[in-house]
């Protein structure tokens, strides 16, 4: 290994991560002993590239997976990407564009293999950002949603949905994109807030006595309309329920309806119903059993339906039918209008709900038995609060439609019977479901004759559809014989955002209730999302996005991991990280990497004071051979590794991260470790042989709990300090398994008491301005005897750390003349001072330091006192001011105490 200089976490991080994976660290055997614990990671799209929602998710599970692994269990952590239909087609669309060709004049098995080409050569970005972060998955068992394996699960679970009667093919409505040409899911469509405008028109009643005022958004719709509605409620229009008007520009009657979906405060409360264009529509058009008329075709222009605007594009039409509306004095008024319009995510268009023959899942039956298991806490939710909103949504499920216009993914594995003149699809034109081609004809020739023609569909599934079938698909499956089904299947833990419970928890325990029987996760982590410093949440549109390998280049894996868990408040809950774009820094990161140096610091230090000696070969300390400050921090370390395990059994991360900093920090780097130096040096070697055995073992267990958080650090403290070979890693060894007789309660109380009373007087040597090179006596005063008792076993440790040069217990009460004092719980500490400093001149500082705070307070006191300050005021300045306040008063009471016991 190099020499131990400075920390620079690049090579140490890059030497581990190589070490790991060529040794096969994380990829386990099935048959190993162990409880399972499996983990599949959220599938990244194989376009994308590592932002910070990826680091933080990925720091989250890994954490959890280090952990687990270091209990024991025989832990997987599988990887692997989506093949990302739209997006991977978009690419490359735009690629040929670029070239002055197109996919169809490409074909589509050409295309095809340009697609496949450019995943093997671009489309692994991700996967090497995530292994820059240290994540402990077995890179052996990657999996790709397209790769054979989980294809022939979509196929078979395909097969098995549409057997039970659970796909059907059939016209509905369905979010389209103009630009992309292809039906989209509800996750692919971004709602934006746009100014637009409110348009009223008249609709004359077909009796000629009178007319209904219409408002809407999209005028061009209105050639589809087959109802005005109305609340069912609304009294105002309760006597013309039932009647028919006079649809302006087309001339079709049609009704007035009455339903509770109508909202009576938007427009007038009569609302234009075109069912074949709206969803809402849609649904009051089946309840009232209206007809579905289309107007607009699946390239965004309006079709031949549209009469007079047919062929014109959709902003278009919308112009030229509000101008013919006008002209027949159908026009009431036009309002300013912000409202929400939905946007394909990736053709960057506003979508078009369009009736569209598609094909569908039949959801109701398979969320049924979801809302079985959920309501035996199957799976359970993390935080409870999601397992609601997981009900709700299974509750209002619609038919999910699975079927997308593209060439890139899961062909949909059914062919059309066709005649050999016409190849035209149609709503109604016969088909046959079957695994592959051979079996499609044969079966289409038992079904229609030896002559049946056939013709595969030409759309893909919706990728959802693959990564429903996630948790098992990535485990063998349809195989019900493979040893990692067998071992990891179901999944312990799904981490995954609260934004995609619906669109991708819901349809993996769908997907699993129908194709395994059994939920396919135990637990469901729901964690929150990384916002910036003033609590925004980060995205490229706001501006606000920062790269994770910018702050990894900067600080290392490792502090930007440590910072994201550490942030995490509760299960849950959102993260906040601060960054200057400008100097490209961190102050949140930067607190994990000084961390980091502190760790690495304190293992320098044990290494040049255990003399190449190893924990191994000093052994256990003897119990009888412990001092007072020995006891203290095995007791803490043993109540550390408890809590800590309690805490991430129970996904409280962030907990547990806070527990670590401050115990490492506190009770061993700035506590244990000063007390350790005087016996380190010391001349008795029994007892610095105790003082090296309880460094090391306090070492080597402190970076066993830090390694989850932490990884690369520690694995390579942990090998300097062990000098196992570089094949024996850290992260396959067990959590700390130490003796419970070392906690102590009484103890540790005590103890902290004396950390206190050396605070209390390393206070008063920089009040009275004593040289760090001055010693300075030290007396306690307590009528607690057995405070007392602890304090006078720690003597010596309280004068190396205080600097004293002697340090006196008493019981009883003592006045002494020229010294300070402070009072800490039950102890009364005097720092004789006389002969030391210039008693006059302390004296002075102090009268001063009083009469600032006095100032201070009368100023303070004065401004809250003001009604009109009060008043006008923000609360957090009132609050501040209120807090200053409050510490004047603290200050002004110390320098008055210190002032009389100086008399």
């Not at 005022?213 to 509605?229: I, S």
């Not at 935080?383 to 699975?402: F, G, N, S, T």
Request: charged residues 25%.
């Amino acid at each position: 290994m190099p020499p131990m200089g400075q920390y620079d976490p690049k090579p140490t991080e890059s030497r581990w991560q190589s070490a790991w994976e060529q040794c096969d660290a994380f990829h386990p055997d099935p048959q190993a002993p162990g409880q399972p614990y499996g983990v599949v990671i959220p599938p990244p799209n194989v376009t994308g590239s590592l932002h910070m929602g990826h680091a933080f998710e990925a720091a989250l599970i890994d954490t959890t997976v280090r952990f687990k692994r270091l209990q024991g269990y025989n832990t997987l952590c599988l990887p692997g990407t989506d093949h990302a239909s739209i997006a991977v087609q978009t690419l490359l669309e735009k690629q040929l564009e670029r070239e002055g060709t197109s996919k169809d004049k490409l074909g589509r098995e050409a295309f095809l293999e340009r697609a496949w080409s450019w995943k093997q050569e671009s489309g692994g970005t991700i996967v090497t950002q995530l292994r820059r972060l240290g994540f402990s998955v077995d890179w052996q068992r990657e999996r790709f949603t397209l790769d054979p394996g989980l294809s022939q699960a979509v196929q078979e679970s395909f097969l098995r949905l549409y057997d039970k009667g659970l796909i059907y093919r059939g016209e509905y409505l369905v979010n389209w994109c103009p630009a992309s040409g292809s039906a989209v899911s509800d996750l692919e469509v971004e709602m934006k807030e746009v100014d637009g405008h409110l348009w009223y028109f008249r609709y004359p009643l077909t009796d000629g006595s009178g007319h209904l005022e219409v408002a809407t958004t999209r005028p061009e719709t209105m050639l589809g309309d087959v109802a005005v509605a109305v609340n069912s409620g609304d009294e105002r229009y309760a006597p013309w329920v039932g009647r028919t008007l006079t649809l302006p520009l087309v001339g079709r009657e049609i009704p007035i309806v009455a339903d509770d979906h109508v909202d009576p405060q938007f427009g007038t409360g009569c609302v234009k119903v075109t069912p074949a264009h709206d969803p809402n529509d849609f649904a009051i058009g089946q309840r009232h059993g209206l007809p579905l008329v289309t107007i607009m075709g699946k390239d965004g222009r309006m079709s031949e339906a549209a009469g007079q605007f047919r062929g014109l594009d959709r902003f278009e039409a919308r112009q030229a039918v509000v101008a013919a509306l006008a002209a027949e004095q159908a026009l009431v008024k036009v309002e300013d209008y912000r409202h929400t319009v939905p946007y394909s995510d990736r053709g960057k268009v506003p979508v078009e709900p369009l009736l569209s023959t598609q094909w569908f899942v039949r959801t109701q039956p398979l969320a049924e038995a979801c809302l079985t298991a959920i309501n035996q806490g199957q799976p359970r939710f993390v935080p409870q609060r999601w397992a609601k909103v997981y009900k709700d949504w299974l509750m209002e499920i619609r038919d999910w439609c699975i079927s997308r216009q593209l060439w890139w993914g899961h062909r949909i594995p059914a062919w059309f019977v066709v005649s050999e003149t016409d190849s035209r699809l149609r709503s109604d034109t016969p088909y046959v479901v079957a695994r592959n081609a051979t079996e499609a004809h044969q079966e289409a020739q038992r079904r229609y004759g030896p002559n049946a023609k056939l013709q595969q569909d030409e759309d893909v599934l919706d990728t959802w559809f693959s990564s429903a079938l996630w948790p098992f698909s990535t485990m063998g499956w349809p195989d019900e014989e493979n040893a990692d089904l067998q071992r990891w299947y179901p999944n312990s833990t799904l981490f995954t955002g609260f934004d995609i419970i619906f669109f991708w928890v819901a349809r993996m325990t769908m997907m699993a209730s129908a194709c395994t029987n059994t939920m396919p996760f135990a637990d469901v982590y729901i964690h929150g999302l990384v916002r910036d410093e003033q609590n925004r949440k980060m995205s490229k549109s706001a501006g606000n996005g920062i790269d994770p390998l910018v702050l990894c280049e900067r600080y290392g894996a490792d502090a930007l991991r440590f910072s994201m868990v550490r942030g995490v408040a509760g299960a849950g809950q959102d993260i906040r990280l601060d960054f200057d774009p400008t100097t490209q820094t961190s102050n949140i990161v930067e607190v994990s990497r000084n961390f980091a140096n502190k760790l690495w610091n304190a293992t320098r230090f044990a290494l040049l004071n255990l003399d190449g000696a190893t924990p191994a070969s000093l052994g256990q300390p003897d119990p009888a051979r412990l001092l007072i400050a020995d006891r203290w921090i095995l007791s803490r370390l043993v109540r550390t590794s408890r809590t800590m395990s309690e805490k991430l059994d129970n996904y409280g991360l962030g907990e547990a991260a806070r527990l670590l900093y401050e115990f490492a920090w506190n009770d061993v780097c700035d506590w244990t470790i000063e007390l350790l130096k005087r016996r380190l040096n010391g001349s008795n070697p029994e007892d610095r042989h105790t003082a090296r055995q309880v460094l090391a073992l306090v070492m080597e267990q402190l970076l066993v709990l830090v390694h989850p958080f932490m990884p690369h650090i520690s694995e390579e403290l942990w090998h300097r300090l062990t000098g196992v070979p570089d094949h024996t890693f850290l992260a396959l060894q067990q959590w700390p398994q130490l003796d419970p007789a070392h906690v102590n309660d009484h103890l540790e109380q005590q103890f902290a008491a004396l950390i206190d009373a050396v605070r209390v007087v390393r206070n008063l040597r920089a009040v009275a301005g004593l040289k760090p090179s001055q010693t300075a006596d030290v007396l306690f005063v307590s009528d607690n005897e057995a405070l007392c008792g602890l304090l006078r076993e720690a003597q010596a440790d309280i004068a190396g750390l205080t600097r004293a040069g002697t340090v006196d217990i008493s019981t009883t009460s003592v006045n002494l003349p020229r010294c300070l004092s402070a009072v800490s719980g039950e102890l009364q500490i005097l720092l004789p001072v006389g002969g030391l400093v210039d008693v006059d001149a302390l004296r002075g500082r102090l009268q001063k330091d009083l009469g600032k705070a006095e100032k201070e307070i009368t100023v303070l006191s004065e401004r809250l006192r003001n009604p009109g300050f009060l008043d006008q005021a923000p609360r957090e300045v009132v609050s501040k001011m209120r807090s200053s306040l409050n510490e004047a008063q603290q200050q002004h009471r110390l320098a008055q105490s210190r002032l009389t016991s100086l008399d």
